[in-house]
Structures are given as structure tokens and as C-alpha cells.
């Protein structure tokens, strides 16, 4: 079965097809970096114009590098939710439009499904059931997963997400965007014990976070040193953020071990990337005798092959979308 996949929830239009579920055949991504760099951020109304623009184009890449034609697909997927309304409404517009001229089947797909299981298009990929964390620009959730169908959310953030903290404290120094890239690389020439700040809500009997306590910590940290007290510091001040979110993340995510007993853990979402945390990761791996599962970078960021995957499954279950289906800006998973 040919699967074609659509992701266009935030600011990257991405297309991708896979076989069967697991063997991507194309992976295509167009990255809208430079378009938001000028404002430190993404700005929703330029996003929805610019994957306007490109989702042709994107779509057009996707199948001559899979070389594939429209008649050889089985299905198409697309993010329904959540994410941003506009960026949204163009990806699935784009896959209801080939669903209705091909007449093949169309699934919407919720974006933090994606996500959860993208670390089983490689190998190896995890036995049920693992906890499963994820962390993104938008999202900073934690659940315990019994199946592709079975999962229960045990904490969330209940501010800011761990990606928007990252964002938005890189803006406050000058870093730039995006945020998270430009802290993860200044913070790796820094000491990560060279400053003090917070780990919000550590009493042990949450699994849910916080991050806008940390940002607000970082801002009157700034005012306080001044700034060129801080940028003569920057790396250690970047590096001692990052270790607090580090913290934080860990802290909750071995609460959660302990709890439910499951020594199998998978994170994943875009700050999944920081080096930072793969390498903390792989520590408590070695010392505590966890599984941990981290997908490779090209599948923690936002991408269509875990969105095609996703369909595909929806699909053998014989679970197909109406082309009424709408884009939910704030959809639960």
C-alpha cells in the first residue's frame, strides 16, 4: 500500500510517501526559517500564505522522488490538528482535493499522534508499552502507551511548552530563530552549573510541567547582571537554562518510571532534538537499565512521513476521514 502524507501545522510544508507503512519512499520538507527569522518567531498569517505557495511545488518533489505517478497511491493523510488554523486548512485542503480526484481514501491525522510513534519507522522500534514523551514547540505532554490506540495521559505543561521556553529566552538574549537551534549550539561552549534557575514544579506528587516561571527567571536574571554581564556570559547562561528544562523534563519522566513500573521510554518532538538531552538521555539509560527510543532529528521535527504513517494505520483499521472533516486548532489526543 502507497500512502501519501501531508504536514503543514506550523511553519514547515512537508510531503512524503511511504510503502506499507514503514519504508518512506520520499521525504520532502520546506522549511519557512528565513520567512519568520525577521520577527524572532512564526507569524501564523505568513505561514498560511507561504505554505500556499509551496504545497504544489512540495507535492510535485514528493512524487518524482519516490518515483511514483497520482495512480500509484492507495491513500492520502493529512494533520487535522492541533496547530496553527491557517497553516492547517492548506495541508488538508491539498489532501481532501487529491482524495475527491483520485477517489481513493483520506484520513486526518492529529500532529501529536504523528509524533508518538514517527520512532517506528526505524530501527529498532519499541514494544508496547512505553511512556512516551513529547516535546515540542507547542506541546510538552507525557503518556503511558499500550498501543497505537491505547494511551493515557499522565502530565502536561500547564504553561508554557518546553519549545516555546526555548523560543522565547533565546529572543530575550538576542539569540535569534530559531530559538532552540541557536541556545542548544551556544549552550554546548557553556557550564551548565555556571548559574542557578528554577525547576518548576518538582514537588513529587506531579507529573505535569511548567516552563513560564524559568522564562520569567531568565528575564529578571537579565535585568539584574545587565546585559553586558550577560552576553560576557552568554554560553553559561544559555547552558544553565537548558539544563534547568533538561531537568525538568527528566525529573518527571523518571517520576513517571517509578510509578508505573515501565522501564521503556520514547521522546520525541522537535526539542527531542537538543543534544543536550540525547545526551542526558542516554546516561540515565546506561545508569538506571532503561530503553530509551529517541527518532533520528528528520523525524523529532515536523515531518509527513509520521503523518503518512499514521494514515496508513487508520487505514488497514478501516478508519477513513469525511471530506467534511475540519482543522482543529487545539485538537486533544
Not at 26 to 44: A, D, E, N
Request: net charge negative; glycine share 10%; proline share 5%.
Amino acid at each position: 500500500m502507497r500512502m501519501m502524507g501531508i504536514e503543514s501545522s506550523c511553519d514547515d510544508c512537508a510531503v512524503a510517501l511511504l510503502e506499507d507503512g514503514r519504508e518512506i519512499l520520499s521525504h520532502v520538507v520546506y522549511s519557512q526559517v528565513l520567512t519568520h527569522r525577521p520577527y524572532g518567531g512564526v507569524v501564523p498569517e505568513l505561514a498560511s500564505r507561504d505554505h500556499l505557495n509551496k504545497i504544489i511545488p512540495v507535492l510535485e518533489q514528493a512524487m518524482q522522488d519516490a518515483r511514483s505517478s497520482w495512480d500509484d497511491l492507495d491513500g492520502v493523510a493529512a494533520t487535522c490538528g492541533p496547530g496553527l488554523i491557517g497553516s492547517l486548512l492548506v495541508g488538508l485542503s491539498a489532501a481532501k482535493a487529491i482524495s475527491f480526484a483520485l477517489d481513493i481514501p483520506f484520513c486526518g491525522v492529529n500532529h501529536l499522534e504523528g509524533h508518538l510513534f514517527a520512532v517506528f519507522l526505524e530501527e529498532p522500534a519499541p514494544a508496547f508499552p512505553f511512556l512516551g514523551l513529547i516535546v515540542s514547540g507547542g506541546h510538552t505532554s507525557l503518556y503511558h502507551v499500550n498501543g497505537f490506540d491505547q494511551r493515557t495521559l499522565l502530565g502536561q505543561t500547564r504553561d508554557d511548552a518546553a519549545g516555546e521556553a526555548f523560543d522565547k529566552v533565546a529572543k530575550l538574549l538576542g539569540l535569534g530563530y530559531p530559538g532552540g537551534v541557536e541556545i542548544d549550539r551556544t549552550a554546548r561552549q557553556g557550564n551548565p552549573e555556571a548559574f542557578s534557575f528554577p525547576r518548576p514544579l518538582s514537588a513529587p506528587e506531579t507529573l505535569d510541567f511548567s516552563f513560564s516561571g524559568l522564562k520569567t527567571s531568565v528575564r529578571n536574571f537579565l535585568q539584574q547582571q545587565g546585559e553586558a554581564f550577560v552576553l560576557e556570559h552568554l554560553a553559561d547562561v544559555t547552558a544553565s537554562f537548558q539544563e534547568a528544562v533538561v531537568d525538568s523534563l527528566l525529573l518527571k519522566l523518571n517520576r513517571a518510571v517509578l510509578r508505573t513500573g515501565t522501564r521503556r521510554v520514547v521522546v520525541c518532538g522537535g526539542v527531542a532534538c537538543n543534544s543536550r538531552l540525547r545526551a542526558r538521555l542516554r546516561r540515565m539509560a546506561d545508569e538506571d537499565g532503561l530503553e530509551v527510543f529517541v527518532p533520528s532529528p528528520a523525524l523529532c521535527t515536523d515531518n509527513a512521513s509520521m503523518i503518512a504513517a499514521a494514515g496508513y494505520r487508520s487505514l488497514c483499521a478501516g478508519q477513513v476521514s469525511p471530506l467534511s472533516l475540519n482543522a482543529q486548532a487545539n485538537l486533544l489526543l
